[in-house]
């Protein structure tokens, strides 16, 4: 135990009323600033008896297990606490420009705009983590996926680029066609696909030459909406400078152990076209990432294995595809290739007055999934017969943000257009055998022998929403702040699947499946956010959040498991969120916050149950087919601290929090027809904390840490089959990160870096048809390198020990058939080289 756990513990157990004092030099070194001031002094006197700085002995046994690096920060230099602006807390008057921290700020110095007012990670009494475009591209972080594990209780599950689902604090679940995380870039929503079997994937930029990313933890339902039940995600492009012309190029080139070559090109131009007035900035990237999973074809492909299931096919094990012999094999099908460009324009008519019009494209191909066959597992897919699989996405926003100083006003206005569309193909031949081989009698997989035939499910889901918030808050300072808005929000989605068999047309005189589902929802809302200091000290702010939703749904389905058209189905809701916050200051450099506040996500219309599974509905409860879901609602309970210490050498921020999920949405599998719908079924229970740490050990070193813990249980069994206690689906209880970095000069305007990063997830459960547990994995990246003026070369290798570890089970879009198992895995050991240069 070190000096400084050791006198931290000691101090928590002779103060009868948990008061903690975090250093001995704070609590009983009176401050140089303060001693030509009898009232400072009195108060100083004050401090040192009762202890000024509270927080609970759940907050302290969090974070006194995070403050290792203490001593060797002690013995770096004996700093008296450095003095913060005062009222650090006030969001929209004492906070740094952009760029204008100063040698002895860290990166929670980022300004951030978390509260849709300007203020800092460590002013701002919310849990929430920033991390700046600068810092991202130094490090090689190309999307938000990357930030799994390092960024406190953020989860993903992802197929490949562009089919990536996010979770905060724990809730996930497969169920439903709204995400639990909200999804924003800049100020525009971004909403997924209503109806593809990928899920509820949010679009996936290329985050290159952005200002910053910002991950809010907890719901944000007063000023997100819809679909921020367990927090947002916000990526902030760098804004267009009028006032000097630059650019920027970066190449990377990297080789991955058993796959193949990557490269990326990315390059930034900035044109002031008035100065001062109106400037022009142009984002482009160009990507190809290797692939390294082969789909293999064998001629002979081993029937399943029988012996241990009466001759039942469906449930019968995977033949040995391994002694089978390759047809063919196609080398690293999940090669995945990145076009995107990105435009704003700014014109400024006046120093007040900001207008960014703005437009971004992007386009993803992929030649195959980033998933792998379990039984064997070999980075391969073994498919009877030869069909190819790929996923393409494809979506453009154009946006309008106004942004007006009125004196003592500010009014902003945002408006986008967002238009997507995935489609996806997947390889169904096996699985097809193996549900209807019983059936039918078939006896092979070609048509020749009599058997489906080459088969594949083929979706396409076209989305598009327009979006407007208008929302006016005040400016200046001043004892009591407040915002009020409004936000419209229009949604359609499209979604059509078709199961390509030829040989059914013959054998079963029908399509299998063929269905389209149509869907718009409308959503209307109103909010306000108001702040008062009650003292100098202490801030109360509440808010809420009125909304309404308007969805429709029109679907129809035919072939052999379709129900034909069905009338339109309308899922209305509406619902107030209220939010409550109070946070601390007992002295600068230092904030304790407390929140209660509530999130939900949008209940929706689903596809009518075929009524071959009439016998499986009546198991589980359900007396007539279900035609829609209602909205899930979640209620948070969290108190946190944001703390500097030794001159700002240290930074420690930790958050507890309780949440309660009702009516959770949840993916029920029907056993014996293998359809599978959305139903509320259970409430869930997530009870967790978080800790970040950075401490600047000495010149140049830098050690940055992070752990979070996510106990996310379900309160109550299900007719389902959801049992009370059962894990939230793909959330690990433990995440963790640790990095050390390194930069020192080596002449005037060079340095050199090195950096290592390590990352840990935990086990997680997953499941489809059955529950699976998947087990933890970490990962280690490495870098280095050397920057001169504005050129930047490093050297990297990222999963340093090849760990090939199973990030998630892939939903089957068929039939789900638990022996054919597809897992998504973390990409091979990859090394390569990163240039930059600017000018």
Request: with cysteine; net charge positive; glycine share 8%.
């Given at each position: 135990?070190?000096?400084?756990?050791?006198?931290l513990?000691?101090?928590?157990?002779?103060?009868?009323?948990?008061?903690?004092?975090?250093s001995?030099?704070?609590?009983?070194a009176?401050p140089s600033?303060e001693?030509?001031?009898?009232?400072?002094?009195?108060?100083?006197?004050?401090?040192?008896?009762?202890g000024?700085?509270?927080?609970?002995h759940?907050?302290?046994?969090?974070?006194?297990?995070?403050?290792?690096?203490?001593?060797l920060?002690?013995?770096?230099?004996?700093?008296?606490?450095a003095?913060?602006?005062?009222?650090?807390?006030?969001?929209?008057?004492?906070?740094?420009a952009?760029?204008?921290?100063?040698?002895?700020?860290?990166s929670?110095?980022?300004?951030?705009?978390?509260q849709?007012?300007?203020?800092?990670?460590?002013?701002?009494?919310?849990s929430?983590?920033?991390?700046?475009g600068?810092d991202?591209?130094?490090?090689?972080?190309?999307?938000?996926?990357?930030?799994?594990?390092?960024?406190?209780?953020?989860?993903?599950k992802?197929?490949?680029p562009?089919q990536?689902?996010?979770?905060?604090?724990?809730l996930?679940?497969?169920g439903g066609?709204s995400?639990t995380v909200?999804?924003?870039?800049d100020?525009?929503?971004i909403?997924p696909?209503?109806g593809?079997?990928a899920?509820?994937?949010?679009?996936?930029?290329?985050?290159?030459d952005?200002a910053?990313?910002?991950?809010?933890?907890g719901?944000?339902?007063?000023?997100?909406?819809?679909?921020?039940?367990?927090?947002?995600?916000?990526?902030?492009?760098?804004p267009?400078?009028?006032t000097?012309?630059?650019?920027?190029i970066?190449?990377?080139?990297?080789?991955?152990?058993g796959g193949a070559?990557?490269?990326?090109?990315?390059?930034?131009?900035n044109?002031?076209?008035?100065?001062?007035?109106?400037?022009?900035?142009i984002?482009?990237?160009r990507d190809?990432q290797?692939?390294?999973?082969d789909?293999?074809?064998?001629?002979?492909f081993?029937?399943?294995?029988?012996?241990?299931?009466?001759?039942?096919?469906?449930?019968?094990?995977?033949?040995?595809?391994?002694?089978?012999?390759?047809t063919?094999?196609?080398?690293?099908?999940?090669r995945a290739?990145?076009?995107?460009i990105?435009?704003?324009?700014?014109?400024?008519p006046?120093?007040?007055?900001?207008?960014?019009?703005?437009?971004y494209?992007?386009?993803?191909?992929?030649?195959?999934p980033?998933?792998?066959?379990?039984?064997?597992?070999?980075?391969?897919?073994?498919?009877?017969?030869?069909?190819?699989?790929?996923?393409?996405d494809?979506?453009?926003?154009?946006?309008?943000?106004?942004?007006?100083?009125?004196?003592a006003?500010?009014?902003?206005?945002?408006?986008?257009?967002?238009?997507?569309k995935?489609?996806?193909?997947?390889?169904?031949?096996?699985?097809?055998?193996?549900?209807?081989?019983?059936?039918?009698?078939f006896?092979?997989?070609?048509?020749?022998?009599?058997g489906l035939?080459?088969g594949?499910?083929?979706?396409?889901?076209?989305?598009?929403?327009?979006?407007?918030?208008?929302?006016?808050s005040?400016?200046g300072?001043?004892?009591?702040?407040?915002?009020?808005?409004?936000?419209?929000?229009?949604?359609?989605?499209?979604?059509?699947?078709?199961t390509?068999?030829?040989a059914?047309?013959?054998?079963?005189?029908?399509?299998?499946?063929?269905?389209?589902?149509?869907?718009?929802?409308?959503?209307?809302?109103?909010?306000?956010?108001?702040?008062?200091?009650?003292?100098p000290?202490?801030?109360?702010?509440?808010?809420?959040?009125y909304?309404k939703?308007?969805?429709?749904t029109?679907?129809?389905?035919?072939?052999?498991?379709g129900?034909g058209?069905?009338p339109?189905v309308?899922?209305d809701?509406?619902g107030?969120?209220?939010?409550?916050?109070l946070?601390?200051t007992?002295?600068?450099r230092?904030?304790?916050?407390?929140?209660?506040?509530?999130?939900?996500?949008?209940g929706?219309a689903?596809?009518?149950?075929?009524s071959?599974?009439?016998?499986?509905?009546a198991?589980?409860?359900?007396?007539e087919?279900?035609?829609?879901?209602?909205?899930?609602?979640?209620?948070?309970?969290?108190?946190?601290?944001?703390?500097?210490?030794?001159?700002?050498?240290?930074?420690?921020?930790?958050?507890?929090?309780h949440?309660?999920?009702?009516?959770v949405?949840?993916?029920?599998?029907l056993?014996?027809?293998?359809?599978?719908?959305?139903?509320?079924?259970?409430?869930?229970a997530?009870?967790?904390?978080?800790?970040?740490?950075?401490?600047?050990l000495?010149?140049?070193?830098?050690?940055?840490?992070?752990?979070?813990?996510?106990?996310?249980?379900?309160?109550?069994?299900?007719?389902?089959?959801?049992?009370?206690?059962?894990?939230?689906?793909?959330?690990?209880d433990?995440?963790?990160?640790?990095?050390?970095i390194?930069?020192?000069?080596?002449?005037?305007?060079?340095?050199i870096?090195?950096?290592?990063?390590?990352?840990?997830?935990?086990?997680l459960d997953?499941?489809?048809?059955?529950r699976?547990r998947?087990?933890?994995y970490?990962?280690?990246?490495?870098?280095?390198?050397f920057?001169r003026?504005?050129?930047?070369?490093?050297?990297f290798?990222?999963?340093?020990?090849?760990?090939?570890?199973?990030?998630d089970?892939?939903?089957?879009?068929?039939?789900s058939?638990?022996?054919?198992?597809?897992?998504?895995?973390?990409?091979?050991?990859?090394?390569?080289?990163d240039v930059?240069?600017?000018?």
């Open positions: 135990m070190t000096m400084a756990s050791t006198f513990l000691i101090n928590l157990l002779v103060d009868k009323n948990f008061g903690l004092r975090f001995r030099r704070e609590c009983f009176m600033t001693r030509m001031n009898s009232a400072a002094v009195g108060a100083w006197r004050k401090r040192r008896k009762t000024d700085f509270m927080l609970t759940t907050v302290f046994l969090l974070t006194s297990t995070a403050l290792a690096p203490v001593t920060l002690n013995a770096g230099g004996q700093e008296t606490l003095q913060a602006p005062a009222g650090a807390r006030e969001q929209s008057s004492h906070v740094p952009p760029g204008a921290a100063s040698a002895g700020d860290t929670q110095d980022i300004v951030v705009t978390a849709k007012v300007v203020s800092t990670v460590q002013s701002t009494p919310i929430i983590s920033a991390r700046a600068e991202l591209q130094l490090r090689g972080i190309t999307s938000v996926a990357a930030l799994t594990g390092e960024v406190p209780s953020l989860s993903s992802s197929g490949g562009g990536t689902q996010y979770a905060i604090r724990g996930a679940s497969p066609v995400p909200g999804f924003y870039f100020e525009f929503p909403t696909p209503a593809a079997t899920g509820k994937t949010s679009i996936d930029p290329n985050l290159y952005l910053r990313v910002e991950v809010l933890r719901p944000q339902g007063t000023l997100y909406g819809a679909s921020s039940m367990g927090g947002t995600i916000r990526l902030i492009p760098a267009a400078d009028p000097a012309f630059s650019g920027s970066q190449a990377i080139g990297t080789d991955t152990k070559m990557s490269g990326t090109v990315n390059a930034m131009v044109v002031p076209i008035v100065d001062d007035k109106v400037a022009l900035r984002v482009g990237t190809r290797g692939g390294f999973i789909r293999v074809v064998l001629e002979n081993p029937l399943p294995d029988t012996s241990a299931t009466g001759g039942n096919l469906f449930s019968a094990p995977r033949g040995d595809v391994l002694g089978a012999t390759e063919r094999r196609y080398k690293n099908v999940n290739d990145t076009t995107a990105r435009a704003s324009l700014l014109i400024k006046a120093e007040s007055l900001e207008i960014t019009p703005s437009f494209y992007q386009k993803i191909k992929q030649n195959g980033n998933s792998t066959d379990l039984y064997p597992f070999r980075q391969a897919h073994y498919q009877p017969l030869d069909v190819a699989e790929s996923y393409a494809r979506f453009y926003i154009a946006s309008l943000k106004v942004d007006w100083d009125i004196g006003l500010n009014v902003t206005s945002a408006s986008a257009y967002t238009n997507r995935t489609a996806n193909r997947e390889d169904s031949s096996e699985l097809t055998f193996k549900a209807f081989g019983d059936v039918f009698g006896t092979g997989y070609s048509v020749d022998s009599g035939g080459a594949a499910l083929i979706e396409s889901n076209p989305t598009s929403q327009f979006t407007q918030e208008l929302r006016i005040s400016n300072v001043s004892p009591f702040s407040w915002l009020i808005g409004g936000f419209y929000n229009h949604y359609k989605s499209d979604y059509r699947a078709v390509d068999f030829p059914s047309v013959t054998v079963i005189g029908d399509t299998l499946y063929e269905a389209t589902i149509t869907g718009t929802l409308d959503q209307y809302a109103i909010f306000a956010n108001a702040s008062y200091d009650l003292t000290k202490l801030r109360a702010t509440a808010g809420g959040r909304f939703t308007k969805n429709n029109t679907s129809q389905s035919a072939g052999l498991f129900t058209p069905t339109t309308n899922a809701a509406s107030f969120n209220p939010m409550f916050n946070s601390y007992p002295w600068e230092h904030l304790l916050y407390s929140t209660v506040s509530k999130g939900f996500r949008d929706a689903i596809t009518p149950v075929p071959t599974c009439a016998s499986d509905l198991a589980i409860g359900y007396n087919t279900p035609t829609k879901y209602d909205p899930d609602t979640v209620w948070n309970y969290e108190i946190g601290s944001k703390n500097r210490f030794f001159g700002n050498r240290l930074t420690l921020n930790a958050a507890v929090y949440l309660k999920w009702s009516k949405q949840q993916l029920i599998v056993p014996t027809c293998g359809f599978a719908f959305t139903g509320n079924q259970a409430d869930a997530v009870n967790g904390g978080e800790i970040e740490v950075e401490a600047r000495f010149a140049g070193l830098t050690w940055q840490g992070s752990i979070s813990y996510t106990h996310a249980r379900y309160s109550n069994d299900s007719a389902a089959g959801v049992k009370r206690g059962d894990r939230l689906l793909n959330v690990p433990w995440t963790g990160s640790a990095s050390l390194y930069e020192a000069p080596t002449g005037e305007g060079n340095s870096f090195a950096r290592g990063d390590f990352v840990y997830v935990g086990p997953a499941q489809f048809d059955t699976k998947v087990s933890g970490g990962m280690l990246n490495t870098r280095i390198g920057k003026d504005k050129l930047s070369v490093a050297l290798a990222n999963n340093l020990t090849d760990r090939r570890a199973i990030l089970y892939r939903l089957s879009q068929t039939i058939v638990f022996n054919l198992d597809r897992v998504s895995i973390t990409r091979p050991r990859t090394i390569g080289v930059s240069v600017g000018f």
